[in-house]
């Protein structure tokens, strides 16, 4: 079932030849924003670090 689905009965019924699972905006976004939250971690880190030092 996506996250986001147009019907409540859910599913992909219709899916790409072969059997293989898409990417879809969802999933593209959480990964974005996990990279972007990763960068700013370790951005922030190394700053307190060399002010900490």
């Known amino acids: 079932m996506d996250w986001i689905?147009?019907?409540?009965?859910g599913g992909r019924g219709d899916g790409p030849p072969g059997g293989e699972?898409?990417?879809?905006?969802?999933?593209?976004?959480?990964?974005?924003?996990?990279?972007?939250?990763?960068v700013i971690m370790f951005s922030v880190l190394g700053w307190l670090r060399d002010l900490i030092l």
Not at 5 to 9: F, H, P, S, V
């Open 5 to 9: 689905d147009g019907e409540l009965g």
């Open 21 to 38: 699972g898409g990417w879809n905006w969802v999933n593209v976004g959480c990964i974005a924003f996990f990279v972007i939250l990763a």
